[in-house]
């Protein structure tokens, strides 16, 4: 039964030789990493539109439809407000507790919930990877990108919360563009990591919630961070300010909070260049990564 | 290696290989799926946890080995059909053409990008028509300007549009068949060097198969390979003249499609 399979070959060349020879290619070949940078670039009009319309149809069968991207941030501020204000009190040191502690609720959402979803980029599209061709760099990218229209409304939204708790509009603000565009960087390069590893680790996706739940209490989101250097020892201290939810965070609230100025866990300086490299480090080693597993992506 | 066969190349008279030229080679392409068997049923919380505790060997993946050592070339201006029962492996073998689906062992070299046609090209169903129709487009890689250009003829040659304005509803309220009609329509608006269609043809109404088979003629004509997957075997001999049988993932012929439909009939 295979002698007619090879009947049609040449008998003098092996398949791969009779390949070479008409210049045919590996069918799933990983291109090179700038050949494969300019295909992400190439689909970035794919990348986009998908993204919108991944944010539509998630949204399409309720009701209040593109409402809820306002509703959901300003019942999770309530929610947080509730419990850590209130309820637990913990906002003695920080003269304006609610602002505080939304800035910190926002800015840590957008980095969890494109973790959270990059973890599962790859398995919950196979049928698109096992339908069509695109670099697959797309999906996670596309995850971020998801979760960073849903960040520009909580800032619409932040925005009105730091207003009428009482801080003055400073030119600060502006710093909010570059803060959250290092911010999204860091989120695609975490996410592509996120999205190889959790396409060959399965279970990942179940160990996530605890994993990021731990990130948050981490992340001086909740409570005033100087909280980290009465109750910790020294190097934990340390360790946990270089924690890069912890400086996107404290940037903002530079931004946007004129009576949090002198309650930041590093001078702001100090705090941009940490930003910065942990943008450049994640950005491009999680692509690299990803970049890396292209062949694997789709297998059964 | 690559020395020694330049050299022989020249004197070497192999017309017949010089006139035809491959454009897709399978080269002994197994293709593994691992079922992880959490999934199955018998396995409560309980006894996985007696597994991981006893450290019994069980293991926790299944594999499904879909295609054994599957090897053939195809040359540029063939048609070649598929056939073989259900889970024989023709779709998988199709995807891994594509390059969409890893093989295990072996490798599958191709002439250009090779597309599926595939009726199961999965797109968002809480989306409109039209919307996923522009979105098909751009993963196909085509530009922002030519997709504008380009939808209203998808949706046209789709036929959706002939009950009313469905364009614009979203795709869960179609039915399966104008589902299959329009992602039959997106994937047909390209031209493909191999062009590999599953199925696609068993879809939609008798109009509408006059329609997409007349399309996979022109794009047959344009593209340099065709490999049609059906159960069809009628439709198979109106466009192939190669075909090829697999059987439980390996290939049981090749040959003319005459020779090779009539023991497929005869089994």
Redesign the interface.
């Known amino acids: 039964m295979a002698n007619t399979a090879v009947a049609n070959l040449d008998p003098r060349l092996t398949p791969a030789e009779l390949a070479q020879r008409h210049g045919l290619k590996v069918a799933n070949d990983r291109p090179p990493l700038r050949e494969y940078t300019r295909q992400v670039w190439a689909y970035r009009h794919f990348i986009t539109a998908y993204s919108r319309a991944k944010v539509t149809s998630s949204l399409s069968n309720t009701r209040l439809g593109q409402l809820w991207q306002v509703l959901t941030p300003i019942t999770n501020a309530a929610v947080y407000y509730l419990i850590f204000g209130v309820i637990l009190s913990q906002g003695r040191g920080i003269d304006n507790f609610i602002a505080y502690l939304c800035t910190g609720v926002f800015v840590f959402i957008f980095t969890q919930t494109a973790v959270a979803n990059g973890t599962s980029a790859i398995n919950a599209n196979l049928g698109l990877i096992r339908a069509l061709h695109f670099p697959r760099a797309a999906l996670p990218i596309t995850v971020t990108l998801v979760q960073l229209q849903q960040l520009l409304m909580s800032m619409v939204v932040l925005a009105a919360i730091v207003l009428l708790t009482g801080e003055p509009i400073t030119l600060r603000w502006l710093l909010l563009a570059p803060i959250l565009f290092l911010q999204t960087i860091f989120n695609i390069g975490l996410t592509m990591v996120m999205a190889r590893f959790g396409s060959k680790v399965t279970d990942l996706k179940q160990i996530m919630p605890f994993v990021l739940r731990t990130w948050l209490y981490a992340s001086g989101v909740l409570y005033p961070v100087s909280l980290l250097r009465d109750h910790l020892p020294d190097w934990a201290a340390t360790l946990m300010e270089a924690n890069p939810a912890l400086i996107y965070i404290e940037l903002a609230r530079y931004a946007l909070l004129e009576s949090n100025r002198d309650n930041l866990v590093a001078a702001p300086m100090q705090l941009w260049g940490t930003a910065l490299a942990w943008t450049l480090v994640v950005g491009i080693g999680g692509f690299v990564y990803f970049w890396r597993g292209e062949k694997e992506y789709g297998r059964g | 290696?690559?020395v020694a066969?330049q050299t022989q190349?020249p004197t070497?008279p192999?017309t017949?290989?010089s006139q035809r030229?491959?454009?897709?080679?399978?080269?002994?392409v197994h293709?593994?799926?691992?079922?992880?068997k959490g999934a199955a049923a018998n396995t409560g919380a309980t006894a996985a946890l007696k597994r991981i505790v006893s450290r019994t060997s069980t293991p926790n993946i299944r594999e499904?080995h879909?295609i054994k050592g599957?090897?053939?070339?195809a040359y540029q201006g063939e048609a070649i059909g598929l056939i073989g029962s259900n889970g024989s492996g023709k779709s998988s073998l199709l995807?891994?053409?594509?390059?969409?689906?890893?093989p295990?062992r072996g490798?599958?070299?191709?002439?250009g990008?090779?597309?599926?046609l595939?009726v199961?090209?999965?797109l968002?169903?809480?989306?409109s028509g039209e919307?996923n129709v522009?979105?098909?487009c751009?993963?196909?890689?085509m530009?922002?300007e030519r997709v504008k250009r380009i939808t209203p003829e998808i949706i046209e040659f789709s036929g959706i549009n002939e009950r009313g304005d469905f364009a614009s509803l979203?795709m869960r309220t179609y039915s399966s068949g104008m589902g299959a009609r329009l992602r039959f329509a997106i994937a047909a608006a390209k031209e493909h060097d191999v062009l590999l269609i599953d199925e696609a043809l068993a879809t939609g109404d008798r109009k509408f198969r006059v329609r997409s088979e007349q399309r996979v003629r022109e794009l047959r004509a344009n593209a340099g390979t065709v490999f049609l997957v059906s159960h069809s075997l009628s439709s198979i001999r109106d466009t192939c003249e190669r075909t090829i049988w697999l059987e439980g993932g390996?290939?049981?012929?090749?040959?003319p499609t005459d020779e090779v439909c009539r023991a497929y009939e005869g089994r």
């Open positions: 290696m690559d066969e190349a070497d192999s017949v290989d030229v491959p454009t897709v080679i399978a080269d002994d293709v593994i799926y691992r079922i992880h499904v879909a599957v090897s053939f070339t995807r891994t053409i594509a390059g969409l689906l890893p295990a490798a599958v070299y191709t002439l990008q090779p597309s599926l595939g199961n090209a999965a968002l169903n809480d989306l919307r522009a979105l098909g751009l993963a196909m890689g530009s922002p979203p390996v290939l049981k012929m090749d040959g």
